[in-house]
């Protein structure tokens, strides 16, 4: 029988540092070249040149976790992020630099939150 993971106990660590975060995701991808020519015979050929990666964390933004301050995460930071799988223990490992921070007011609910997106700065490796 197969082992279904929890998403509950799924972090992000920041160089090491536990954030505080809601949901998480993760989209790796090819970037894809077109070589068709005349011997592919009417179909296209493309061929993988680059994998990539990116990715979004949401969070609560809470007094202990400040991300200009206490995370030292901008816009253009680079770091170090472990994205957790659930409970399963295992992570993947993102050398990442953040492209854009965005905070949301929600006056229904009385929390503030931001998202983080991310794009990759090197190999993604896990999970492990």
């Known amino acids: ?16 540092v536990d954030v505080n ?7 790796k991808s090819a970037r894809l070249v077109d070589l068709t020519h005349s011997g592919t015979l009417g179909w296209a050929y493309f061929k993988s040149a680059l ?11 809470d007094s ?6 206490t995370l030292t995460m901008d816009a253009g930071t680079q770091a170090t992020l472990h994205l957790y ?7 993947f490992m ?6 854009k921070l965005s905070y949301e007011v929600n006056n229904q609910n009385g929390f503030v ?16």
């Open 1 to 16: 029988m197969p082992t279904f993971w929890a998403g509950n106990g799924g972090k992000v660590t920041k160089d090491g």
């Open 21 to 27: 975060i809601q949901e998480w995701t993760l989209e």
């Open 51 to 61: 994998e990539e990666a990116s990715g979004t964390f949401k969070a609560t933004w």
């Open 64 to 69: 202990t976790q400040i991300l200009e301050t």
């Open 85 to 91: 799988l659930g409970n399963s223990g295992k992570s």
């Open 94 to 99: 993102v050398p990442a630099v953040f492209e």
């Open 113 to 128: 939150t931001y998202n983080v997106s991310f794009k990759n700065q090197g190999a993604v490796t896990g999970p492990a």
